[in-house]
């Protein structure tokens, strides 16, 4: 996904597992940011993620979020 030119990173937008759910968000956070933090050297600028954004709901073609072909629908989300 795309964030245009103006933003150095890459956020990653993600859905939770029912675990991921069920965790404190101190918790997951610290989860999240310990998975992340191993990855973003060995990275490209534009590929590091500098920010998490965890989605409501997950992204298929029943809801709108996401094509047949597994492409998400921008305008929907």
């Known amino acids: 996904m ?3 030119n103006w933003h150095s ?3 990653a937008l993600i859905t939770l597992s ?11 956070s610290a989860e ?5 933090n191993p990855i973003n050297p ?3 600028k534009h590929e590091k ?6 989605m409501k709901e997950d992204w ?3 809801n709108g979020l ?7 629908m921008g305008q929907n989300l």
């Open 2 to 4: 795309s964030c245009g």
């Open 9 to 11: 990173a890459a956020p």
């Open 18 to 28: 029912e675990i991921g759910k069920a965790k404190s968000r101190t918790s997951l």
């Open 32 to 36: 999240l940011i310990k998975t992340i």
């Open 42 to 44: 060995h990275v490209e």
């Open 49 to 54: 993620i500098e920010k998490i954004i965890v």
């Open 60 to 62: 298929n073609v029943d």
């Open 66 to 72: 996401e094509t047949p072909t597994m492409k998400a």
